[in-house]
């Protein structure tokens, strides 16, 4: 016959800690009460009884145990819907153990408090200042944000086109225009250190025309300009506002390429045409060879670690056999299926899947699991860029 401290002599022996485990305490005295309930049933009812209870509640605290360990991988983006949606599928259809994928879920943002999330691919907060700002409070708390949300505030195409020329990456000769407008809350006397006017001459004879114009800072193709002589160049600069925009030499191309890299090391070059329109633009027919793909892998992954971006497209034109470095800083990059194609759809996906799940899984509880580039790390170890 079996009583009450036989069936609790029986639950300490499944290995559950002890008592002191609050999960062990609530079925401690569960088990009391249901003896009560049920005394005037013989042993062998009440024992059977109360083993079904036991049962089905060490279950629960078994699921429980395994959601808590589970790491959880975020998407966060905006109007775009066929990549976030294929991203998540595609992680949890590989179905690995202790692994989840979802939209990434707001309610609140309290300082110092994680998000929930173990990974987050940010794909909206270039537009959304108060994502950016939940990606850093998470960031701090031991989030993996791919891509690191403070480089990425920090970061502009400017800077990028100076660092590739201390790195060895053939860029265009690009120099920096001021705004056209005053910025907001400023005078001209707020710009008692700026020469008036600019040594144009010099600018112009350096990058030559025609050029680009474009800002500074930013993406998507907006605000760029085709600039055919001084006095186009300086009618279409009174038109860009605020901006500040770069001057860029042109490069008369021969093939042109788009190229994702994700997680520093899985690259795709796609041909590219940006002279056609936006839905034809992955509609080329250059064939470089394995020469070539080389040479164009190993620029694109030299830029990406100098930068630290983990998802990252690069944009190469190549004239008289040089890839020159056109467009780098492009940290949500588009993923879209009726953009890109399928076949490059598809690659994606798998790709930023399976960084995502190696971050996930690499991911250390209460640490920095951000990516650093190799400016940054070597620019404050006081190291040489090269």
Request: negative net charge; proline residues 5%; aromatic residues 14%.
């Amino acid at each position: 016959m079996l009583y009450y401290h036989d069936i609790l002599e029986k639950v300490k022996k499944t290995g559950l800690q002890s008592f002191r485990n609050p999960f062990l305490n609530f079925l401690k005295k569960l088990i009391f009460n249901l003896y009560k309930i049920f005394s005037f049933f013989s042993s062998e009812i009440k024992f059977g009884i109360l083993a079904i209870v036991i049962f089905f509640f060490l279950i629960f605290q078994i699921h429980s145990i395994k959601i808590d360990n589970m790491k959880k991988i975020g998407i966060l983006f905006g109007k775009e819907r066929s990549f976030p949606e294929a991203f998540v599928e595609r992680v949890n259809q590989k179905n690995i153990d202790g692994i989840t994928a979802e939209p990434v879920r707001i309610d609140k943002v309290m300082q110092g408090e994680g998000s929930g999330y173990d990974v987050i691919i940010d794909r909206i907060s270039q537009d959304v200042p108060f994502y950016r700002a939940f990606l850093k409070n998470a960031a701090l708390c031991g989030t993996a944000v791919i891509n690191n949300p403070f480089w990425w505030s920090a970061d502009e195409k400017f800077f990028n086109n100076c660092l590739a020329t201390k790195i060895d990456v053939p860029v265009p000769k690009t120099v920096l225009i001021p705004s056209s407008s005053l910025p907001a809350d400023t005078t001209d006397i707020s710009f008692s250190n700026l020469a008036y006017p600019l040594d144009w001459d010099t600018i112009f004879s350096y990058i030559g025309f025609p050029a680009y114009m474009k800002p500074h800072a930013g993406g998507g193709w907006k605000s760029v300009y085709k600039v055919t002589g001084v006095d186009d160049f300086f009618n279409k600069h009174g038109e860009t506002g605020e901006l500040v925009m770069m001057l860029q030499e042109e490069i008369i191309f021969d093939e042109y390429y788009r190229c994702y890299c994700i997680g520093g090391k899985d690259v795709r070059i796609m041909p590219y045409e940006p002279r056609n329109p936006h839905h034809l633009r992955y509609v080329a027919d250059f064939k470089p060879d394995k020469e070539r793909l080389e040479q164009m892998e190993g620029i694109v992954l030299r830029i990406c670690k100098y930068l630290g971006y983990d998802f990252n497209t690069v944009e190469l034109a190549l004239r008289d056999g040089v890839p020159y470095a056109i467009d780098f800083c492009n940290p949500a990059p588009d993923a879209e299926l009726t953009s890109v194609g399928e076949e490059n759809f598809n690659w994606v996906v798998e790709a930023s899947a399976n960084f995502a799940i190696e971050k996930a899984q690499s991911h250390k509880e209460g640490k920095d699991n951000l990516t650093w580039g190799e400016y940054l790390e070597r620019s404050t170890k006081g190291k040489d860029l090269i």
